[in-house]
């Protein structure tokens, strides 16, 4: 397995059919409801689009992107994209970092300077990492899930490349969203090489196995996570179960997607 460099190049065909889409998005009615209550705000949609359309400049944000080192490898049968960007220092702890839903690798960009050196901004060499920032599959420049669930077994496609393709024994791993479920089983199927794990949220599957000896704060978590479920979590059950019908309307319509992105964003 080896990794070759890969620079992000979208065709001026994809951005014209996207100029084209956005001039004729085609808006719900009108609604007195436009506080986000039942959804994405369609005065902030409109908002959001028109700078889309007329204000945004994806080649800006291309050449901003290719700044950073990138690279795809075929790992385990599947392609993914990644960041690596080596520490500063004698012995940097390779860090493995990885996004959720529904943002991307550009989670991280801001973070990673401080992480590979942190003596440029205050803090102590000897605490340098070798970053790696890969996309999961499915998102961004990675291949597609080969088959449904796949979710659950990115840990261990991590560990291949962090260890297969990167050649690193032992390394840490942070992940946030669905990057907490993945990272807690990159732990789970391989403690010997992951030195430590960081996570921003409990991952979410624990709030459907309750250990029965809870705390009071602890029942108050679970009690929180089960209203979100009730008032925030039809998206989920959506793509869970009918991914195929949903994909139709987000493929063709850009308007469509970022109305289903910021609601979760805003959420």
Not at 44 to 64: I, K, N
């Amino acid at each position: 397995m080896r990794a070759e460099p890969f620079v992000i190049d979208v065709p001026q065909i994809t951005l014209d059919d996207l100029q084209a889409r956005l001039t004729r998005a085609r808006w719900p009615d009108p609604s007195a409801e436009d506080d986000w209550t039942s959804g994405a705000s369609p005065g902030y949609l409109r908002e959001l689009t028109a700078y889309w359309r007329d204000g945004f400049d994806w080649r800006a944000q291309e050449r901003a992107l290719n700044r950073v080192p990138q690279f795809r490898a075929d790992v385990d049968g599947i392609g993914v994209h990644f960041i690596h960007v080596r520490g500063k220092g004698d012995r940097p702890l390779p860090l493995i970092l990885t996004h959720g839903y529904p943002d991307s690798f550009v989670r991280f960009l801001k973070v990673i300077p401080l992480l590979t050196d942190p003596a440029a901004h205050g803090a102590d060499a000897a605490d340098a990492f070798d970053v790696v920032v890969p996309s999961i599959p499915g998102f961004g420049f990675s291949d597609k899930p080969p088959r449904h669930g796949f979710t659950f077994r990115v840990g261990s496609l991590w560990h291949s490349l962090m260890t297969g393709v990167l050649g690193y024994e032992r390394y840490g791993a942070h992940g946030g969203d669905w990057g907490t479920t993945i990272t807690e089983q990159l732990a789970r199927d391989h403690a010997r090489a992951v030195a430590g794990i960081h996570l921003t949220d409990v991952p979410f599957w624990h709030v459907f196995q309750p250990p029965s000896d809870l705390e009071r704060d602890e029942r108050a978590f679970l009690e929180k996570n089960a209203a979100w479920q009730k008032t925030e979590a039809a998206y989920a059950f959506i793509q869970g179960t009918r991914p195929l019908t949903l994909a139709a309307g987000l493929r063709d319509s850009p308007v469509g997607l970022a109305a289903w992105l910021i609601d979760k964003f805003h959420a």
